[in-house]
């Protein structure tokens, strides 16, 4: 299957930012649009009809209103069988800023637009489709505010969806099936689940190697073009510099393996990533890491309740039947089930082409003794190590510090002080807490597993109960606060919370963080610089 096309709507409306000449027929075309744009950069309410904002000239047509640009990816995320159009709008002499490895930065007053609608046949796209939803993704003063839209049934606008909502739609699907679903819109909040990286709401698909494309029918490559254009400042001359991403779903494009990353990357790793809502899970689903464990391979599970189905591993090399990574991304239930918002159908071919990766890896014996048996494969850790190192790996890569404190000012509270484990626990005692956390779980930090009456499951340590309400600390070091009532099945979890370290860190690197928390003493002198 070939990536997207790039249509030659681009090209009509990219010369309205100012770049070619006045006497362009694109422009004298595009000039008799409506009023322009109009973004209220400090609105606390985002406006009620997506019609007020003048994003589109035609907007049932999905025709961008002059300064509004249609733009392309090389892949997007699974939205239930919709299709999915992207538009952006960069204020009157605004750029974006060149980013290699990460989202490009925008001005304020960008907006972003995604809309979403259902072919009435998958087969056979001139025959019409219905507009579902539309969102945007709003720069203002105050940051990035994300704002969903549902689409009426004339189809001519689309009101403001605070709380989500259900649309029913029904289509044939590309294998001539009749299909029916209720497509659901997020709510505001779930919106930001998605979108927040290091506690910050920003974009997350508009990275350089995802907009690294030719234009259809055109020589010229999407970011040159808008770099020419003006659009796009920092842009490197040689395209040797320029990363590029695949299309996950042209087999053309690449390996089994690299595509099932890209699959990965453009569906989970908004939050599995190291600064998304789910990094204390240890899980790394960006297409750029390169340790196994940290995608999943020989991973075990931390508390995930129904999640991980009883199997030992994320990723199990050759079976696919027993990886619970797999298992998740294929179910529809909603405590089992990622990713838990975005989504109510399974992606039939993605899911296939992440069996069909799995299936193909080799095992690694290594690896795996590592992970079924850490405490012995890290023995040697029990001896020597750097203390300074070890206090840089608490602080940094190993994020220890995110749940546990290591001096009385640290801000980790969901797991056991460390300030004075030096007068409680030996090094074998600190060896297995490391690599096998769930061995041994102090009673007062087990993780309860709530499965709520709405379908949603949550895994924390419940922080204080009443006859009516109990807080629950979830892994993030988040707290939420729930009504009895509205849990309906709570299970002690025998699975810590706390990812193991077996695999992720190097016996010397876990021998350096023994060897700091080995330095921690009740009333703690200067920490080693």
Request: aromatic letters at 6%; a neutral charge; proline letters at 6%.
């Amino acid at each position: 299957m070939r990536q997207p096309a790039i249509r030659f709507l681009i090209l009509l409306v990219l010369p309205l930012m100012g770049c070619a000449s006045n006497d362009s027929p694109a422009i004298k075309e595009s000039q008799e649009a409506g009023s322009p744009v109009q973004v209220d950069l400090d609105a606390r309410r985002p406006v009620m009809m997506l019609s007020d904002y003048h994003l589109f000239a035609d907007l049932q047509k999905q025709i961008p209103n002059q300064g509004v640009i249609a733009y392309y990816l090389s892949s997007s995320h699974f939205a239930d069988y919709a299709t999915s159009r992207h538009y952006l709008y960069l204020p009157p002499g605004k750029q974006a800023q060149y980013r290699a490895n990460d989202v490009l930065t925008f001005p304020v007053g960008t907006v972003f637009v995604q809309t979403l609608a259902y072919s009435h046949d998958l087969r056979d796209p001139l025959q019409g489709e219905r507009l579902v939803e539309t969102r945007l993704l709003i720069h203002q003063r105050r940051g990035w505010v994300a704002v969903p839209y549902l689409w009426n049934d004339d189809q001519t606008d689309a009101r403001r969806a605070v709380i989500g909502g259900k649309t029913t739609v029904r289509w044939i699907h590309s294998d001539g099936t009749k299909r029916t679903h209720h497509f659901t819109t997020p709510d505001m909040n779930q919106c930001k689940r998605c979108h927040k990286q290091h506690e910050t709401v920003q974009p997350i698909g508009v990275r350089a190697g995802n907009l690294n494309l030719r234009l259809e029918g055109d020589s010229r490559n999407q970011l040159a073009l808008w770099s020419k254009l003006g659009l796009l400042a920092g842009l490197p001359t040689a395209k040797t510099e320029i990363p590029q991403a695949i299309a996950w779903n042209d087999p053309s494009a690449g390996s089994v393996a690299e595509r099932a990353r890209v699959w990965l990357d453009v569906n989970c790793a908004h939050c599995h990533n190291p600064a998304g809502i789910a990094s204390v899970s240890g899980l790394d689903l960006s297409a750029q890491q390169s340790m196994p464990v940290r995608f999943g391979v020989y991973k075990p599970p931390v508390a995930a309740g129904r999640g991980s189905s009883g199997f030992q591993f994320g990723i199990l090399p050759g079976s696919p039947e027993t990886s619970f990574l797999l298992h998740r991304i294929r179910s529809t239930d909603p405590g089992v089930m990622m990713p838990t918002v975005g989504r109510s159908l399974v992606d039939e071919e993605g899911t296939a082409l992440i069996e069909q990766w799995i299936r193909e890896m080799h095992a690694d014996e290594q690896l795996a003794q590592r992970a079924l048996n850490p405490v012995k494969a890290y023995s040697e850790a029990l001896e020597g190590g750097d203390a300074a190192r070890g206090r840089e790996l608490f602080y940094g890569t190993a994020k220890c510090s995110s749940c546990h404190q290591a001096k009385p000012d640290d801000p980790g509270l969901v797991g056991p002080s460390l300030v004075d484990v030096t007068t409680r626990a030996k090094r074998d005692y600190l060896l297995e807490s490391i690599v096998s956390p769930s061995s041994k779980i102090v009673a007062k930090y087990g993780a309860t597993v709530l499965e709520l009456v709405d379908g949603r499951t949550l895994s924390g340590i419940i922080a204080s109960e009443d006859a009516n309400e109990l807080a629950i600390t979830l892994a993030d070091g988040t707290q939420t606060t729930l009504a009895v009532a509205d849990v309906d099945q709570r299970t002690f979890s025998t699975i810590s919370i706390m990812p193991s370290m077996a695999n992720i860190l190097s016996v010397q690197d876990v021998a350096d963080l023994i060897e700091f928390l080995s330095t921690l003493k009740e009333k703690p002198g200067p920490l080693p610089q």
